[in-house]
């Protein structure tokens, strides 16, 4: 896969202020603490003079179409150039996030609708491109990951979706088991498109979990991630396939859209029971995501990606390798002016943070094999007409020479009837014994042994055997010849078999190293899971079991591939050498983990030591109070 880089540029951050509400309106509340200036990109809040400055402003008047055009645009333009583009909507909950990114209403629908309107409408528009466009549906819901397009019927793995890190994509990570479904291919209209985009996107919002509170009546009560995969390839003809200078580029862009949850107070939305649940788990998952917001400004921080399952799953776009694009939602009552002031130095922080998106560009396999399997048949036919060709030459020759010799005989048997002395044999008739081809051999017993040479001398007769002796010696020696050459070309055909084996053997011994390093990345996934199921269980203070269970191998002893270049090798040391610091910092961790509960059972264990001491005094002192008053009576 290719990792084009372009310049370093800052996240996109946008902020826009929701218009006062019923319950605003109904308390007389003071809505004029947040204040927009004119430029558009400036937001003063209360007597604060410090302005906050954003990428634009959105004031409680602007429309869906405004914010669409500006913030999510470019987006998918840049999904369509190969990029990652990740959008995301965080605030205060009440304000506004979900109705900016995917409202449903006719006339005022969110982002995701019409980022969804434009990718098909692009596609319809390029002529020259095939599309397959794929999609997911995902929700977060108290650090649970949930397949919102899973069927009900569809099996259930026990172990859950997990978070697992890509092995095409370095620093990426994909979700297994999810559901990917396809929403558009070649052979599928724009409108078809939408409507099957759409239609996925309604039946997992249909499954997500929402619920009331003293603050949104609709309350989101997990983050949702709707991905779409945008593989687009050039069309080609059977021409194109052969031109080495048409462009057989496939680029892999992905348009992310996330819908969060907001923060909140208990205090302020009244949530008890599960509501509270919840409220404490959106809450934790949005505290570590500004946790790495802000981790990000610093390289000198350790950004804790891992601590929660959004920023794991957000992990490769919000490290700058993808295009992330963020609005800021706030309500304008004075009452929540802490949780927008929060909201806003959320946004001020990640508006530093520098990306350098990468363009995922590979091989379009598909015009490669066509291309290959093309000039396997021009080859193929090229080789055919050769070999026909010298065949054909071959028996031609063959043919000519037993005319040659025919001719010569018959003149020979002329002479003998004619009782002359045959002349000795010209250079026409010796030609063909010197070129003599394939199949023609010294005739069986001798051409001499067979001959009649009535009314020849015995002179002339011995020196005429003497001629053909020779002659059939020289068709000994070219059938010899002949013999070689096959043997030779039997010789040249069994190397060119056996390059063709070599070939195959490599083409496998590379698709069994890439199993392994598969297999090598899945073990090490399983290693950290039961890493993390271990720290689980020390928390709970079942630090026996913990131990027991954890096998951890920090070892990798496989080789460097052949062929590797020492830059690649590099990067993959570099990538190793960042996953064993963070593994050392798990493992600290963990440590100092399982060093507490130590502790904490030791002295569970004095505790319960000194009650069974208290209750053995308690127990002899009501003995003896017993057998006191046991005696008095007597």
């Given at each position: 896969m290719s990792g084009k880089k372009r310049e370093a540029k800052t996240i996109q951050v946008f902020f826009r202020l929701r218009p006062p509400n019923g319950g605003e309106k109904e308390r007389k509340e003071n809505c004029n603490?947040?204040?927009?200036?004119?430029?558009?990109?400036?937001?003063?809040?209360g007597e604060n003079t410090n302005p906050y400055n954003f990428t634009k402003t959105f004031g409680g008047d602007s429309k869906q179409t405004d914010v669409f055009d500006n913030v999510a645009r470019k987006a998918v333009e840049d999904a369509f150039d190969g990029f990652h583009g990740l959008m995301f909507v965080y605030g205060q909950t009440g304000t506004g996030k979900t109705f900016t990114m995917s409202n449903q209403t006719k006339g005022q629908e969110g982002m995701l609708q019409r980022c969804v309107d434009l990718v098909f409408n692009k596609i319809k528009d390029d002529k020259s491109g095939d599309y397959e466009v794929n999609c997911t549906f995902i929700q977060i819901y108290q650090e649970v990951i949930e397949d919102l397009l899973r069927d009900k019927h569809d099996p259930v793995d026990k172990k859950g979706i997990m978070i697992r890190d890509d092995p095409n994509i370095e620093g990426g990570v994909y979700l297994s088991p999810v559901k990917q479904l396809n929403c558009y291919n070649s052979g599928?209209?724009?409108q078809e498109g939408i409507t099957n985009s759409l239609k996925m996107f309604h039946k997992g919002d249909s499954n997500r979990s929402v619920g009331s509170t003293a603050m949104n009546a609709v309350s989101s009560r997990s983050h949702t991630v709707f991905t779409l995969y945008i593989t687009r390839r050039n069309k080609m003809t059977e021409e194109d396939y052969d031109d080495d200078t048409a462009n057989k580029e496939e680029f892999n862009g992905r348009l992310i859209l996330v819908d969060l949850a907001g923060c909140e107070r208990q205090k302020k939305t009244g949530a008890g029971g599960e509501r509270l649940t919840e409220a404490n788990a959106i809450n934790g998952s949005l505290l570590v995501l500004g946790k790495c917001i802000k981790a990000l400004t610093d390289p000198r921080q350790f950004v804790p990606y891992r601590e929660s399952?959004?920023?794991?799953?957000?992990?490769?776009?919000?490290?700058?390798?993808?295009?992330?694009?963020?609005?800021?939602?706030?309500?304008?009552?004075?009452?929540?002016?802490?949780?927008?002031?929060?909201?806003?130095?959320?946004?001020?922080?990640?508006?530093?943070?520098k990306q350098q998106a990468k363009k995922h560009v590979e091989i379009d396999y598909k015009a490669l094999c066509k291309k290959l399997q093309a000039q396997l048949d021009s080859r193929g036919d090229i080789l055919n007409e050769q070999l026909k060709a010298e065949i054909k030459a071959s028996f031609e020759e063959q043919l000519n020479q037993k005319d040659e010799r025919i001719k010569f005989l018959e003149a020979e048997l002329s002479l003998y009837k004619t009782d002359e002395s045959p002349p000795p044999p010209s250079s026409k008739h010796e030609e063909p014994s010197k070129t003599t081809g394939a199949g023609l051999t010294a005739p069986s017993g001798g051409l001499a042994s067979k001959m009649s040479f009535t009314g020849m001398s015995s002179a002339g007769k011995e020196k005429y055997r003497q001629q053909m002796?020779?002659?059939?010696?020289?068709?000994?020696?070219?059938?010899?010849?002949?013999?070689s050459l096959k043997k030779e070309k039997l010789e040249l055909a069994r190397e060119k078999n056996d390059l063709d084996a070599r070939l195959q053997q490599k083409t496998y011994?590379?698709?069994?190293?890439?199993?392994?390093l598969q297999g090598d990345l899945r073990s090490k996934e399983e290693q950290l899971q039961k890493m993390q199921t271990a720290l689980l269980k020390v928390q709970k203070g079942d630090f026996m079991s913990a131990?027991?269970?954890?096998?951890?191998?920090?070892?990798?002893?496989?080789?460097?591939?052949d062929g590797m270049q020492d830059s690649d090798y590099i990067q993959?040391?570099?990538?190793?050498?960042?996953?064993?610091?963070?593994?050392e910092a798990m493992m600290t961790s963990y440590h100092e983990k399982a060093r507490e509960a130590i502790m904490y059972q030791?002295?569970?264990a004095e505790d319960l030591k000194e009650k069974l001491n208290r209750e053995s005094e308690k127990r002899r002192k009501v003995e003896d109070k017993y057998d006191k008053l046991k005696g008095s009576k007597k």
């Open positions: 603490v947040v204040k927009l200036e004119k430029d558009q990109q400036t937001v003063i809040l599928s209209t724009a399952k959004l920023t794991r799953i957000l992990q490769y776009s919000l490290a700058g390798h993808g295009k992330t694009t963020i609005v800021i939602t706030a309500g304008p009552s004075e009452r929540n002016m802490d949780e927008t002031r929060s909201a806003i130095e959320f946004g001020q922080r990640a508006m530093t943070i002796k020779g002659l059939e010696e020289k068709l000994d020696t070219k059938g010899h010849e002949i013999s011994n590379m698709n069994i190293l890439a199993m392994k131990t027991a269970k954890l096998d951890i191998d920090d070892t990798d002893s496989s080789p460097r591939p993959k040391l570099q990538f190793a050498i960042r996953k064993m610091r963070e593994r030791a002295n569970k």
